[in-house]
Nanobody, 125 residues
Framework: QVQLVESGGGLVQAGASLRLSCTAS????????MGWFRQAPGKEREFVAV????????YYADAVKGRFTISRDNTKNMVWLQMSSLKPEDTAVYYC??????????????????WGQGTQVTVSS
């Protein structure tokens, strides 16, 4: 059984930083992209960042570019999302996602087969 487990969310003030972690088990994602998505109340789940299976290329949503950094360690089957200069509009449940397929970099939520349970990030003004 494949599981993705996120941690690291919390309540912070605007301008603060948080680091989210995602630990995968049940299969290796060393040949697959890993992504982060978020969903705010009343809104659809949206793309935040994705990292290539090699870990040497990442892509970001415009809203987080320059503030968030995604990274991964295939030996540990983990992916992280370092979030800096947080804004109230970053408040959402953040989800880790794993692609079932190999050798591609998907940006849409529908392209990911594996999801974590989510971790709440709340940024106060």
């Amino acid at each position: 059984q494949v599981q993705l487990v996120e941690s690291g969310g919390g309540l912070v003030q605007a301008g603060a930083s948080l680091r989210l972690s995602c630990t995968a088990s049940g299969r290796t994602f060393s040949a697959s992209a890993m992504g982060w998505f978020r969903q705010a109340p009343g809104k659809e789940r949206e793309f935040v960042a994705v990292i290539k299976w090699t870990g040497d290329r990442a892509y970001y949503a415009d809203a987080v570019k320059g503030r968030f950094t995604i990274s991964r360690d295939n030996t540990k089957n983990m992916v992280w999302l370092q979030m800096s200069s947080l804004k109230p509009e970053d408040t959402a449940v953040y989800y880790c996602a794993g692609d079932r397929s190999a050798w591609r970099v998907p940006f849409g939520a529908k392209d990911y087969s594996y999801w974590g349970q989510g971790t709440q990030v709340t940024v106060s003004s």
